[in-house]
């Protein structure tokens, strides 16, 4: 089961921090469909924030079609995202490599978070154009927020 960590100096309202961390869980395979969300109190006890915060993250991945609400029984996985994909491994291990050439070469995680994003945000304008929908994109870490 996946354990939400909220960063209230981030500035990323806490609803979006939890879909946020939902979504990284489904792109890494930790969460699979079938797999039971923590209840809507379980959140609330575990990181001290409004309940209604929890239920409005459970919306927002529910109307994006990844969990599904059983009343009584709690939130669910419908679907995982990256599934399917042949290359994921391939291209998983290629990346540990360069992060791997990049810890050798004296780069910290910040610095290698930096570089990593910046040359997303390139590819992306010169695919997209800068500030296209499918644009340029923020980095997002699982652990950011503001309670919102």
Same mark, same amino acid.
């Given at each position: 089961? +996946?354990?939400?960590? +909220? !960063?209230?100096?981030?500035?990323?309202?806490?609803?979006l921090?939890?879909?946020?961390?939902?979504?990284? $869980?489904?792109?890494?395979? #930790?969460?699979?469909?079938? !797999?039971?969300? =923590?209840?809507?109190?379980?959140?609330?006890?575990? #990181?001290? +924030?409004?309940?209604?915060t929890?239920?409005?993250?459970?919306?927002?991945?529910?109307?994006?079609?990844?969990?599904?609400?059983?009343?009584?029984?709690?939130?669910?996985?419908?679907?995982?995202?990256?599934?399917?994909?042949?290359? /994921?491994?391939?291209?998983?291990?290629? #990346?540990?490599?360069?992060?791997?050439?990049?810890? $050798?070469?004296? #780069?910290?995680?910040?610095d +290698?978070?930096?570089?990593?994003?910046?040359?997303?945000?390139?590819? /992306? $304008?010169?695919?997209?154009? =800068?500030?296209?929908? /499918?644009?340029?994109?923020?980095?997002?870490?699982? !652990?950011?927020? !503001?309670?919102g």
């Open positions: 089961m +996946i354990e939400y960590r +909220i !960063d209230r100096r981030s500035g990323v309202a806490t609803y921090q939890l879909v946020h961390q939902t979504k990284h $869980a489904l792109r890494l395979g #930790l969460l699979e469909p079938g !797999d039971r969300l =923590p209840t809507a109190r379980e959140v609330v006890e575990a #990181l001290a +924030i409004n309940p209604n929890v239920l409005k993250a459970y919306r927002e991945l529910e109307h994006e079609g990844l969990v599904a609400g059983r009343r009584g029984l709690g939130t669910f996985v419908r679907r995982s995202l990256g599934e399917g994909r042949a290359t /994921d491994a391939r291209l998983r291990s290629e #990346l540990t490599t360069w992060m791997a050439q990049a810890r $050798a070469e004296g #780069l910290e995680k910040d +290698i978070t930096a570089l990593f994003t910046a040359v997303l945000e390139t590819l /992306d $304008a010169e695919q997209y154009g =800068p500030g296209a929908p /499918d644009g340029p994109r923020r980095t997002i870490q699982t !652990d950011q927020g !503001d309670e």
